[in-house]
C-alpha cells in the first residue's frame, strides 16, 4: 500500500483528484533564512536608503513566483491566490529571514506556494550579491505554519 | 559607490549589460540537501522500486526549472543551457542530497541556474512527500563550484 | 497612512489580500489607438482581403496575453476568465482603434486583463510593420468602462 | 450564420463568453498511440527496471502540460484542475497507447486539457527515443469520453 | 549499456551535454493530419472567406508553440529559433494537412520544434471546431524531414 | 506583392526566416509617458522615500516583461538580451515618463523588447495606482531610436 498520493496504480505520479474536497479558507506561511557576510547583509540595508534596494526585487520575484507554483511544481494544483506578502528582518549581524505568507479559498492549501515564495525570493537576493559574496548561503527553508483544509492547523515547533 | 552591479544610477534594478563579455565554457554545481523523518525517506527510497518514484519528478522538475531561471529571477540573463543533470544521494539515514551540474557556452555563469534546480527540486521532493512529513526542511541550499568566466573559478569551502 | 492598497507595512509591494470581498460578476473594457501613416493602414486593411491578416494575428495576442495577465503585473490577483473579445475600428486615415472586452466572475476586476490585451495587441500591430513604418505610435492606451465590484461602475469621460 | 461558437462578429476569433454557464463536475479522457519499432517499445520497457524511465518523464511531461493548456490554445479557457493522471499500455508489439484523464468543476470542459497532456507526452517520448527511431509516429491522438457540461456525455465509437 | 542518451547513471533522465557539438544550419519539417467530417472542412475553409479563419488562429497558435517546446518537452534544449512557418492544406474532402517547417543555427536540432508546432496547430482546430465535431482525429504526426547536424539528414519513407 | 514580410504565400502569418542576416550589437530605447493627476504622481514620487515605491515594482515588471517578448509578440524571434534598463522622470506635474534601454548582439534588432518593457512597466503603475485614479493614461508608446542592423540607425523625430 502506498502512502504517497501522489503515485498512481502503475508506479508513476499523478496530481491527485481534490474532486471532493471542501473549499475552505486557507493560509501557509513558509521561511527562508540566508546567511551571509556581515558586510553583504549591511550594503542590502544601506542600499534601501542610499543605492538601490535589493529586498524590493526580492519581493517582487517572490510574489511572482507564488503564482507560478503550480507551472514548477509537477504535482501542485493550479490556485488561484488571494493574497500574497513577503516580509524580510535581520537576525544578528549575518543573517537575513524571509518570511512568505500566502492565502487563498480552495479545495488545497497554499503550503508549497509560500515555500516557492521564498525560495526565489532568497534566491533572487543571492544573484543580486554573488559577485561579493559567493559563499551565500540559504538555510532551513521550511514551512512556518499553515491553517485551513481538512489535515488541520500545523505550526511548526521551533528547536529549542 | 555601488558595490552591487544590478543598482542603477536612480538606486533601481537593472539587467546588467555584459554585451562586453566574452563567451566561454561555463558550469555549475549547486547543492540542496533535505532533512526528513527516517520513514520517509525509506519511502522515498523504497518507491524507487516498488511504488513509484518520487525523485524522477523531482529530477524533471528541477532540469524545468533550470530552463525557466530567467523567468523567475528578474536580474538573471537568459541562457540557452547546453546540459543539465540532477544527482540524489543519502547522507545518513535522515538526509536527501540534492546536486545539480549545469552547463553552457555563455557570456554570464549558470550559477543561478544550478540553485534553481536544486531548489524546485527540494520543493518537489516537499510537495510529493508533504502528506506524510511536513517537518521537512531544505537545508544548505549553496553553490558548491564553478569555472568558466572572468571572476575566474569558484570551490565552496566545506566546514570542517 | 497609505494610500496606495498594495504597499505593506515594510514600504514594500504586496498582493493585497481580497479574502473578503465578494465574486461579482465584473467586466472591463480597455481601448488603445494607433496613429501610422495612411499607406501602413492601408496595408493592414488590404491585407484583410488578399494577402494576409495582420489584425487576425493582433486579436490572437490580445486575448493571450489577456490570459498572461497576473504573470506580468506583479501585484495582479490570477483571474480565471470567462470571455475575452477584441475590436479594430478605424479612426480617419491614420488612426487604428483597438478594443478589448474582458468579463469574469471574480472577487477583482478585470481592468488589467482588458488593458493588457489592447496593449500587447497593438504591439504587435507595430512589430508586423515596423519594418514599412517605424513612426508608429500607441496612443492613449486607457479604461474605457468597469462594472462589478464594490467601487462601482465607472465609464471614462471622453474629452470633448 | 456561423456554427463555429469562437468567431466574432468582424470574422476573427474569440474567447466565448461562459459567464451563463452552469458549474458542473467535468471529466474528460484523452489517447494518443505511438507507432515505434518493436526494439524502441522494448527499449522503454526495460527501461523501466534497468537502466530510466522514459514513461515516467512523459507522464510529468504530460501533466505540466495539461496545466498549461490556455496558454498553448489560444481561445482555450483557463481552468484550475481538480485532477490529472495519465496512464501507458502496451498494444501488440510496436504501439505504446497513452490515455489521459483530467478533472474539473468548472463552467467548461476539459477535452482539450486531456488532448494536450497526451499530446505532449506523446511528443517526450519521441524526444528521448529519437536518437533511435526517428520514424516513430504519433496515431489517433483523439478524445475518448467526456462527462458533464450542457452538451451531455460523449463516448467515442470505436471503429469496428 | 543504455542507447537512450537522456538517462544518466543513475537510470534518470537529463538534458544531455551537447557543448561539443557544432552549430550548424537546421531544419526541419513535421506534419500532423486530421480526419473530420466532410462539413466541418467546409466550414473551416468558407470561414476564411465569409466568417473567420480557424486557420489563421491554428497558425499563430503553432508558431508560439513552437517558441515553448523546451518548455514543454522535459530534456529538450532551448534553441533561438531563426523562423517557423507553417502550411495548410486538404486531403480529399476530410483531411486538413498541418506542416510546419523550423530554422535554427545552432547545437541541435528542431524536429521537436516543428512536431510541438503541428501537434498545437492540430489542437488548436479542434478546440474551435469541437462544438460541431467532437469526432475529430488527429492522425499521423511525424517528422518529414530534416537536414543539418551529425546524425545527417533524415526524409521520412512514406508508405506505398 | 506583400510589403509585409511576416505574411507567407497562404496569406498566413510566419515567423520570418533571419537565418541569413548577420549578428550585430543591437540597441533600441522606447517610451512610454502616463499623464495622472497631480496628486497620483506625487504619491508615486513620495512613496519612494515614505511608504513604498511603485517605481521599483514597475522597473522590475518592465525588465521580466523585455525577457518574455516573444512569447507575447506571435511572430517575434525569442533574443538572449545582453543587458536592460529602465529610467523614470517627472515632466511637468502629471506626467510620468518611462525609458526603457534593451541591448543585444543578435541577428534581428530588440525594438519589440524595449516597446514591451516600457509598456508592461506603464501598466504595472496603472494596477498600483489605479484605486486612487482610474482616468491614468499610457500616452505616445514608441520607439525612441535603435541601432545596428542592416535597416539602419533610427532617431525618432520628436514633435516640436
Chains 1, 2, 3, 4, 5, 6 share one sequence.
Not at 559577485?131 to 527553508?141: E, G, P
Request: hydrophobic fraction near 40%.
Amino acid at each position: 500500500m502506498s502512502l504517497l498520493p501522489h503515485i498512481n496504480e502503475q508506479g508513476r505520479a499523478k496530481m491527485v483528484d481534490v474532486s471532493d474536497k471542501a473549499v475552505t479558507r486557507r493560509r501557509a506561511t513558509a521561511r527562508a533564512r540566508i546567511r551571509m557576510k556581515a558586510e553583504t547583509l549591511q550594503q542590502i540595508r544601506e542600499g534601501r536608503v542610499q543605492k538601490g534596494d535589493v529586498l524590493a526585487v526580492a519581493q517582487v520575484a517572490g510574489i511572482m513566483a507564488a503564482k507560478k507554483t503550480s507551472e514548477l511544481i509537477p504535482m501542485c494544483h493550479p490556485i488561484p491566490l488571494r493574497g500574497a506578502n513577503l516580509r524580510f528582518r535581520e537576525e544578528g549581524e549575518e543573517v537575513l529571514v524571509i518570511e512568505a505568507e500566502v492565502k487563498t479559498d480552495n479545495v488545497t492549501g497554499v503550503e508549497m506556494e509560500a515555500l516557492t515564495a521564498v525560495s526565489i525570493a532568497a534566491l533572487t537576493v543571492y544573484d543580486m550579491c554573488k559577485s561579493i559574496d559567493k559563499d551565500m548561503t540559504v538555510m532551513d527553508t521550511c514551512l512556518v505554519e499553515k491553517t485551513g483544509g481538512k489535515s488541520g492547523d500545523y505550526i511548526r515547533k521551533e528547536e529549542g
